[in-house]
C-alpha cells in the first residue's frame, strides 16, 4: 500500500502527464500577464438534482454525484454555456465531508443518527474511526472530466479548507456566521481540535490528489469561516494545516487560497501559495500592495450580473484596471455566481472581459 507521500508524487505525476496548451489561464496562473484576461467564476457549476433526489439517502445523492457522466456534464456546462477559461471538478465545497456520510443539510451523522455538534473527546474519537473514502470515484470523475474538457482550459479542484471543515463538525451548522462554539472548542480542548483539524487535513488533502491524479492542475481552498479569527489565532489554531496541504503539492500544480472576507489575512496566506482570491473588502491594487508579487483571482460583486448591461461592464472594467498591480489576474465574482443570473448576460460579461484590452 503506497504512502501518503507516494500518493501524492503520483497525483502530481499524473496531472504533469496532461497535454496542456499554453493558455491564457495557465499563463496568468504563472504570473505571466497574457493578452487576454482570463475568466472562470466560483459557483459556475450549479449542480442540477435529478427530480427523485429529495427522496434519495445521502450515500445515493453521492452515488450520483460520483457518476462519471453526471460529473462531466456539470463541469463542462459552464465552460460550453458561458466560455469561461476553466471547469471545476466539483461545485460542492463541502463534498468531503458527504464522501464519509455527513449530510449536513438533513443534519444527518455516517451512522444515520441525527448530527449533533461535537462537544467531547468521544465524539472525535468517532470522527477519527471514520473509514476512508473510496479516492478511485473521485479521480475516475476527474479523469472523465479532463478527457472531455479543450485542452486550453484548465481543470480546478476547489474544496473546503481544514478549519471550515471542522468548525462546520463543532458548530454543527452550516450557518453560524462567528463560530462561538468553535472559540470555545479551539480554547478549551487544544489537543481535541488538533486531532480534529489533522483528521480534516487528511480528507481534504487525499480528496484533492485524486482529483490532480485525474487530471486537476489548480487546487483552490475555501475558507469562508476563517475571517472570524485575528492573524494570531489564524497562525496559531488554522494556518499551519492548509500551508501543510499547499506545500505538499508541487509548483507544477496551482494553489489558491480563496478565504472571501478575510482580507486582514492575505500577507500571513501569501508566502504558501500562488494566487490569492481577493472579497470586496479591498480592491485588487489594495491587495497588491498587501501581496506584491502574487497573481490575484477577483473580484466583481456577483449580485451586479444580475443587474447586467453597462453597470457590470463599468464594474468589470474598474476590476480589470485594478488588477494591474498584480503580475496577473484571473477575473472571478467575490463571492459565488447567483444561480439566477442570465446565461446569456453571463455569457456577454465573459466576452467582455476576453476582449478588453489595457
Same mark, same amino acid.
Given at each position: 500500500?503506497?504512502? &501518503? ?336 443570473? &442570465? ?16
Amino acid at each position: 500500500m503506497e504512502s &501518503d507521500q507516494e500518493h501524492l508524487v503520483n497525483a502530481t505525476e499524473a496531472a504533469h502527464a496532461v497535454a496542456k496548451t499554453d493558455s491564457p489561464i495557465r499563463q496568468a496562473y504563472r504570473g505571466k500577464r497574457p493578452v487576454s484576461t482570463p475568466v472562470w467564476f466560483l459557483g459556475q457549476s450549479v449542480f442540477q438534482h435529478p427530480d427523485n433526489w429529495q427522496d434519495l439517502s445521502g450515500c445515493e445523492q453521492v452515488d450520483y454525484c460520483l457518476l462519471p457522466e453526471v460529473g462531466v456534464k456539470t463541469a463542462l456546462t459552464p465552460v460550453q454555456q458561458f466560455g469561461v477559461d476553466a471547469a471545476i471538478c466539483n461545485s460542492d465545497v463541502l463534498f468531503p465531508l458527504r464522501l464519509v456520510g455527513f449530510d449536513l443539510a438533513r443534519q444527518i451523522a455516517p451512522n444515520g443518527e441525527p448530527l449533533h455538534p461535537l462537544r467531547s473527546t468521544l465524539d472525535v474519537d468517532r470522527i477519527l474511526a471514520l473509514p476512508d473514502p473510496d479516492w478511485s470515484r473521485v479521480e475516475a470523475v476527474s479523469r472523465a472530466q479532463r478527457s472531455e474538457l479543450a485542452p486550453e482550459k484548465a481543470l480546478i479542484a476547489i474544496t473546503g479548507a481544514p478549519f471550515v471543515l471542522s468548525s462546520l463538525l463543532v458548530e454543527g451548522s452550516a450557518s453560524v456566521p462567528q463560530n462561538l462554539q468553535t472559540r470555545i472548542f479551539m480554547q478549551s480542548q487544544p489537543r481535541n481540535w488538533e486531532r480534529l483539524m489533522g483528521w480534516t487535513s487528511s480528507l481534504v488533502r487525499n480528496f484533492l490528489a485524486a482529483q490532480v491524479r485525474g487530471g486537476a492542475e489548480v487546487i483552490q481552498l475555501v475558507d469562508p469561516w476563517v475571517r472570524t479569527l485575528t492573524e494570531g489565532e489564524y497562525s496559531c489554531l488554522a494556518e499551519s494545516y492548509a500551508r501543510d496541504i499547499f506545500n505538499e503539492f508541487d509548483d507544477d500544480i496551482t494553489r489558491i487560497s480563496c478565504s472571501l472576507g478575510a482580507e486582514h489575512l492575505l500577507s500571513s496566506v501569501a508566502p504558501y501559495v500562488d494566487v490569492l482570491g481577493v472579497g470586496e473588502e479591498l480592491t485588487l491594487a489594495e491587495a497588491a500592495s498587501i501581496a506584491p508579487g502574487k497573481v490575484l483571482q477577483g473580484n466583481l460583486d456577483p449580485d451586479l450580473i444580475l443587474l447586467g448591461g453597462d453597470e457590470v461592464r463599468d464594474a468589470a472594467r474598474q476590476v480589470l484596471e485594478s488588477g494591474l498591480g498584480a503580475p496577473a489576474h484571473v477575473f472571478n465574482v467575490a463571492g459565488r455566481l447567483d444561480p439566477e443570473s &442570465d446565461p446569456a448576460e453571463v455569457h456577454r460579461l465573459v466576452d467582455f472581459i476576453h476582449d478588453y484590452r489595457f
